[in-house]
T-cell receptor, first 113, second 113 residues
Framework: AQSVSQHNHHVILSEAASLELGCNYS??????LFWYVQYPGQHLQLLLK??????LVKGIKGFEAEFIKSKFSFNLRKPSVQWSDTAEYVC???????????FGKGNQVVVIP | DTAVSQTPKYLVTQMGNDKSIKCEQN?????MYWYKQDSKKFLKIMFS???????INETVPNRFSPKSPDKAHLNLHINSLELGDSAVYFC????????????FGPGTRLTVT
């Protein structure tokens, strides 16, 4: 079975601080990995994805995520956050051979101006 | 234009009632999903349809019945509502079966009293 864990559900930080959100998954085979974001009042939307190739993936709004296969991790980073990055961030994994996504609980990130 | 829409956004009803939630996508996608966000905030897959054909049917009570009149619509009907059905239900779509980049609706918050 595939599962995803995210820690530090609530994160509060000031503008210009760096952000890193952890995502660990359990699945032994090939995986597709995703980070979704839900801004206040908006739909859950795709932030970035990893299927294969370069394990460092660039997404929208300056976000990036790094796939480390040996650690079963796909952590999300942004060097300098803005107030507009306040949102819920959800990690998801699809293990090869599974016909569905498994989601983490999400991280609620609040950026203080 | 809203890509994936759900109605209603909020639904408050009494135990024992029957209710439906509607979902429509205008993205031309083949595959649609229903998720339930549980009390621990995990998104759990309930059903998935590909071109009107049921492909995922998770272990949910048979009081929940999805219906897909065409590939742009996936409705969820719930009979004999129970308190434990209170949750946020999300509809999503993806371009085709096996594509796990999903587009989400805004969610329907169901409260059973």
């Amino acid at each position: 079975a595939q599962s995803v864990s995210q820690h530090n559900h609530h994160v509060i930080l000031s503008e210009a601080a760096s952000l890193e959100l952890g995502c660990n998954y359990s699945y032994g085979g090939t995986v597709n990995l995703f980070w979704y974001v839900q801004y206040p009042g908006q739909h859950l939307q795709l932030l970035l994805k990893y299927f294969s190739g370069d394990p460092l993936v660039k997404g929208i709004k300056g976000f990036e995520a790094e796939f480390i296969k040996s650690k079963f991790s796909f952590n999300l980073r942004k060097p300098s956050v803005q107030w507009s990055d306040t949102a819920e961030y959800v990690c998801a994994v699809n293990g090869y051979g599974n016909n569905r996504l498994a989601f983490g609980k999400g991280n609620q990130v609040v950026v203080i101006p | 234009d809203t890509a994936v829409s759900q109605t209603p956004k909020y639904l408050v009803t009494q135990m024992g009632n029957d209710k439906s939630i509607k979902c429509e996508q205008n993205l031309g996608h083949d595959t649609m999903y229903w998720y339930k966000q549980d009390s621990k905030k995990f998104l759990k897959i309930m059903f998935s349809y590909n071109n009107k054909e049921l492909i995922i049917n998770e272990t949910v009570p048979n009081r929940f019945s999805p219906k897909s009149p065409d590939k742009a619509h996936l409705n969820l009907h719930i009979n004999s509502l129970e308190l434990g059905d209170s949750a946020v239900y999300f509809c999503a779509s993806s371009p085709r079966q096996g594509s796990y980049e999903q587009y989400f609706g805004p969610g329907t918050r169901l409260t059973v009293t």
